[in-house]
């Protein structure tokens, strides 16, 4: 098994450009969800998916879009960019979301935006 | 919603003296706090967890408190050893069937000086 797959693993993006940032996972898990980090802030949840066909927002989804039409991949799309979405941001995934079920993280993806 | 608070942002300790980071939330309905540890460049990987039915859990050289009353869960590392250096993050959920949102706190930056 691969886990939680994530593509680009770095970006550069300028103002206003839109790209998507993949999330793939070959594990079956129903629960999938997207972070961001940034120094000081911790983790901070943009959007999550409790299956598929079913989105959630985060605490932070203003810029992003998500949509969930398979298990397996969960893609994150930046309509216009801005500098304020430079960050890290961090794929999960989990069998469900029950309390029994840990979140496994994919390795990243580095966006510097310009 | 639920917010995670984590103290401190950064701990310094001697080799083998033992290290506790302290975590509070705000929503009663969390019954799930796992932590988890990401080392320089890497991605944050789950290292203990407990429920709300639980006041205590061990793991070798660390534990995890809760006391839900008053709605802090805390992480200790006895004998602590260089390789603990990591960030460290608390989190909290409710994780039933129709939220499933993992907050976290704002990590907390272990060095263990040998």
């Known amino acids: 098994n691969a886990g939680v797959t994530q593509t680009p693993k770095f970006q550069v993006l300028k103002t206003g450009q839109s790209m998507t940032l993949q999330c793939a996972q070959d594990m079956n898990h129903e629960y999938m969800s997207w972070y961001r980090q940034d120094p000081g802030m911790g983790l901070r949840l943009i959007h999550y998916?409790?299956?598929?066909?079913?989105?959630d927002q985060g605490e932070v989804p203003n810029g992003y879009n998500v949509s969930r039409s398979t298990t397996e991949d969960f893609p994150l799309r930046l309509l216009s960019a801005a500098p304020s979405q430079t960050s890290v941001y961090f794929c999960a995934s989990s069998y469900s979301n029950m309390i029994n079920s840990p979140l496994h993280f994919g390795n990243g993806t580095r966006l510097t935006v310009t | 919603g639920e917010n995670v608070e984590q103290h401190p942002s950064t701990l310094s300790v001697q080799e083998g003296d033992s290290a506790v980071i302290k975590c509070t939330y705000s929503?009663?309905?969390?019954?799930?706090f796992p932590w988890y540890k990401q080392e320089l460049g890497k991605r944050p990987q789950l290292i203990i967890d407990i429920r709300s039915n639980v006041g205590e859990k061990k793991d070798q050289r660390i534990a995890v408190t809760l006391n839900k009353t008053a709605k802090h869960f805390s992480l200790h590392i006895t004998e602590t050893q260089p390789e603990d250096s990591a960030v460290y993050f608390c989190?909290?959920?409710?994780?039933?069937?129709?939220?499933?949102?993992?907050?976290f706190g704002q990590g907390t930056t272990l060095q263990v000086k040998p």
């Open positions: 989190a909290a959920s409710s994780r039933s069937s129709n939220t499933g949102k993992l907050i």
């Open positions: 929503d009663s309905a969390s019954n799930y």
């Open positions: 998916s409790v299956g598929a066909g079913i989105t």
